[in-house]
């Protein structure tokens, strides 16, 4: 019976090993290209998706361990990485973010952890780093060539037309540009893994077309990341030359560099610089690679002084001719406004950070405290609150100060080191190439990091942790194994902890997305006018949100247009411990100004004004705390001087215009009443025609809301200033 039963169950394992490539490779393939039309944002459904799918992935990997009755995982040379980057986000807890906003980010974290242990155990033969790579490849294709259609207007896009319009299943050409790029060298594998002309061909013209569209989304951290990128395997193949191979057809070049120029035609402004990049660059790097390889070891601080050398000569604020307007055009102001707000972060909590996830919900608070100083002087233009530092490493450091910022370095180290070290130990010279592919992904993505955040960006995440797994996996490994061996209770114990863990998480990220389908259904009524659908969609998504935040500022706002201002205030104030852009602050300021706790109403919007916010929210901030100098103090000239300083900024506030004529009024200046009365109705008529007239246009929800809301609110004034009018003897 012994005998009968082993060819079964090894069948049965080598068809789980199978399934769990094609799983995987599904995977890799469907999770870039996910996303559904009902929810806020495109990003939030693809964790969800991950969350869920891996979950899944783990549970028939563990599976496949039990009928083998033993389980060995390669956890690489990188394992200290996960341990380390979850001890510092358990610490980061002690900055004053929300235990369950660290909880959240800390479960894709380890999920995306998880992920690069599935691809570096499912990656070492041929046909498997071929699947894999081809289901990235397909996948980027299929992204591209969707932000191309919605560029052509074919398809729907964003708001607007042209690059505008083109946010592919990413929800922004910054996002698409930047997976495109990470993915690009590592998929040059398939040139000379696939064996038949036709699967050559075709890896091919997906290669060129990633290409060009990197390069046509027009931004320039994408194309410095493909620059380093390029330059990394240049450099590489002057270091390990590869001799003796013929594994590249002579047309894969050819194509290749046609395919470049074409994506310089359209994105680099022409032919000839795409070739003097493609050329030069790679001319250049080689040579530099020849020389290292006489140098042995020695270019290693010879390379530390010259990137050191670079950072202090050239700042952002360089006096090099072309450099500087290079800054401005790529908003450089603003990301560095939102780099010296988290050195803000840091320098108030240098060990632990503000909390894994707080950047965004501390932003606001920390901005004020930058423009206090006499840095911030200098940044004398209203930018909006930032959910990201567009620098993931100076984000990392905010967020989970010394303690994750030198788990980072570690971990880029030991990816450095080991990664340097499989090179060098390759006898193959078409391995050694792929590792220079692999590492050309990885150095995309690092430099791109240094201005975008493609680690908070699922997609962007699972280029790098594709590249990564396979370069980490046994298949380049020089000696030696970094292995895990279950068997037994233990083996069983593994397993149930992964199917009750994975069930959970799904279950609760689940639970998640439908609140956010709510939270955006929710949104809509309340664009419709419909209060009393929306505050059930948003108090639905509020009770099924494990951490509600955005939800509960809406619902807040659904209260107050029912008219419930005590639920209101309640509601925002509890959204304002996770979640403070600067609207909460002007409604909770509104709020607490009705039910007469002013100390609560002018801290806010002091600190809300000494943010400076755009000239909308500044002015509605200066009308509240003229109200103020009514309601708390009696004051009529404070309030006055206040209102007048509004009209100096914005002659059209109409709102000024009615409260300074009702100060007259109620001091018996009733020509002067008549006046302001007069004046605000000449506002009201005209803007009310101009919001009439755009109601005709074709329009989102948000904007159809935004016009309703505005138009109801100046109708109410028209009505209430009339009667005043009509009162005034």
């Not at 010394?402 to 090179?423: E, Q, S």
């Not at 404070?638 to 000024?656: D, G, S, W």
Request: charged fraction near 20%; glycine fraction near 12%.
């Amino acid at each position: 019976m012994a005998k009968k039963k082993k060819p079964k169950r090894q069948i049965t394992s080598r068809r789980l090993k199978w399934g769990r490539l094609v799983a995987l490779s599904f995977f890799v393939f469907s999770m870039p290209l996910f996303f559904l039309p009902g929810n806020t944002e495109y990003g939030y459904t693809k964790s969800v998706y991950t969350l869920t799918f891996v979950s899944l992935l783990l549970i028939l990997w563990g599976i496949e361990g039990l009928f083998e009755r033993r389980w060995e995982v390669e956890v690489t040379p990188l394992w200290p990485l996960l341990p380390g980057l979850l001890l510092a986000s358990l610490v980061s807890l002690a900055g004053g973010t929300p235990a369950c906003v660290v909880l959240q980010s800390a479960a894709l974290l380890l999920y995306f952890g998880f992920l690069y242990l599935l691809i570096a155990n499912t990656s070492q033969e041929d046909y498997q780093v071929t699947m894999l790579l081809g289901a990235l490849l397909a996948s980027g294709f299929l992204a591209g060539l969707y932000g191309l259609l919605q560029y052509l207007g074919v398809m729907r896009g964003g708001p607007g037309t042209g690059l505008d319009a083109l946010i592919s299943t990413m929800g922004n050409r910054n996002y698409l540009g930047g997976f495109l790029s990470y993915l690009l060298f590592p998929a040059g594998i398939l040139l000379f893994r696939l064996r038949r002309p036709w699967a050559r061909a075709l890896a091919l013209v997906g290669l060129g077309f990633v290409l060009a569209m990197a390069l046509f989304v027009q931004q320039t951290g994408v194309r410095v990341g493909l620059i380093c990128g390029a330059g990394f395997v240049a450099l590489g193949l002057g270091l390990w030359p590869v001799r003796g191979w013929k594994g590249w057809p002579w047309w894969a070049g050819g194509v290749g560099v046609g395919f470049f120029a074409l994506g310089g035609v359209l994105g680099l402004e022409g032919l000839g610089l795409a070739l003097v990049y493609l050329f030069a660059l790679g001319g250049a790097a080689f040579g530099v690679g020849r020389l290292v390889r006489r140098l042995r070891w020695a270019w290693v601080p010879v390379l530390a002084v010259a990137l050191l050398g670079l950072f202090l000569v050239i700042p952002p604020t360089t006096p090099i001719p072309g450099m500087q307007r290079l800054w401005e055009e790529n908003a450089g102001r603003v990301r560095a406004w939102d780099w010296w707000v988290g050195y803000e972060m840091w320098r108030d909590h240098p060990l632990t950070g503000v909390g894994l996830g707080g950047y965004k919900i501390s932003f606001v608070p920390y901005k004020a405290d930058f423009l206090a100083t006499p840095r911030g002087a200098g940044y004398n233009f209203p930018i909006a609150r930032a959910a990201q530092a567009h620098n993931e490493y100076v984000q990392l450091a905010a967020e989970t100060g010394a303690v994750g910022f030198l788990v980072l370095l570690c971990g880029i180290g030991l990816v450095a080191y080991w990664g340097l070290r499989r090179l060098a130990a390759q006898g193959a010279p078409e391995r050694r190439l792929e590792l220079l592919l692999l590492g050309a992904g990885l150095v995309a993505t690092f430099v791109h990091a240094a201005v975008s955040f493609p680690w908070h960006l699922p997609a962007s995440s699972l280029a790098f942790i594709t590249a990564l797994g396979i370069a980490f996996s046994p298949r380049y490994a020089p000696a030696g194994s970094f292995s895990i061996r279950l068997k037994g209770k233990a083996l069983k114990a593994t397993v149930a902890g992964l199917a009750i863990g994975g069930v959970l998480v799904s279950v609760i990220a689940v639970r998640d997305l439908v609140a956010d389908r709510y939270l955006f259904a929710g949104q809509n009524s309340l664009y419709l006018g419909n209060v009393p659908r929306a505050k059930a969609q948003l108090s639905r998504a509020v009770a099924l949100d494990f951490c509600p935040r955005l939800s509960l500022y809406w619902l807040g706002l659904a209260k107050l247009q029912a008219g419930d201002l005590s639920g209101a205030q309640a509601t925002f104030r509890a959204a304002f411990k996770r979640y403070k852009p600067e609207p909460l602050y002007l409604n909770l300021a509104s709020v607490d100004v009705e039910l007469g706790d002013f100390p609560e109403a002018r801290a806010l919007l002091s600190e809300l004004l000494s943010t400076r916010p755009n000239r909308e929210t500044e002015l509605g901030a200066r009308y509240l705390l003229a109200v103020l100098e009514l309601k708390e103090k009696r004051d009529y000239v404070a309030a006055e001087a206040r209102l007048k300083e509004i009209l100096n900024i914005n002659p059209r506030f109409e709102r000024a215009l009615i409260l300074l004529g009702d100060i007259a009024k109620g001091t018996y200046r009733y020509e002067e009443a008549r006046g302001y009365y007069e004046r605000a109705l000449g506002v009201i008529d005209r803007e009310i025609a101009r919001l009439e007239e755009r109601l005709q246009r074709e329009l989102s929800a948000e904007e159809y809301g935004a016009i309703r809301g505005d138009l109801t609110r100046l109708r109410r004034e028209r009505e209430a200033v009339e009667r005043s009018l009509a009162e005034l003897p």
